[in-house]
């Protein structure tokens, strides 16, 4: 069973930055995409940047310079980082990855981990 942990959230004022890691169980080399999500209280869940395969990356709107996702692939590790965080980043940030098996595409889900910006 693939295991995603997630960890680095926590309360910061605005205009802080975090860096949330994403341990896989598995090589991310095997996965088609990594992400991270987030979903604030009340709202659904939402993308907030996506690692493909191929070495793209792509980012919501809200987000775009401020945050950025990469991999280190020695660690099995995917980052956010977060600058000038404001208190709409608040939520429960959840990693994501996609990972082919045959003909399928498995999904998979951390725990989650809260990041809380105060104003």
């Known amino acids: 069973q693939v295991q995603l942990v997630e960890s680095g959230g926590g309360l910061v004022q605005a205009g802080g930055s975090l860096r949330l890691s994403c341990v896989a169980s598995?090589?991310?080399?095997?996965?088609?995409?990594m992400g991270w999500y987030r979903q604030a209280p009340g709202k659904q869940r939402e993308l907030v940047a996506l690692?493909?395969?191929?070495?793209?990356?792509t980012y919501a709107e809200s987000v775009k310079g401020r945050f950025t996702i990469s991999r280190d692939n020695a660690k099995n590790t995917v980052y956010l980082q977060m600058n000038s965080l404001k208190p709409e980043d608040t939520g429960v940030y959840y990693c994501?990855?996609?990972?082919?098996?045959?003909?399928?595409?498995?999904?998979?889900w951390g725990q989650g981990t809260q990041v809380t910006v105060s104003s």
């Open positions: 994501n990855g996609r990972l082919r098996v045959g003909v399928s595409m498995n999904e998979y």
């Open positions: 598995e090589s991310i080399f095997r996965f088609s995409t």
């Open positions: 690692s493909i395969s191929s070495g793209s990356t």
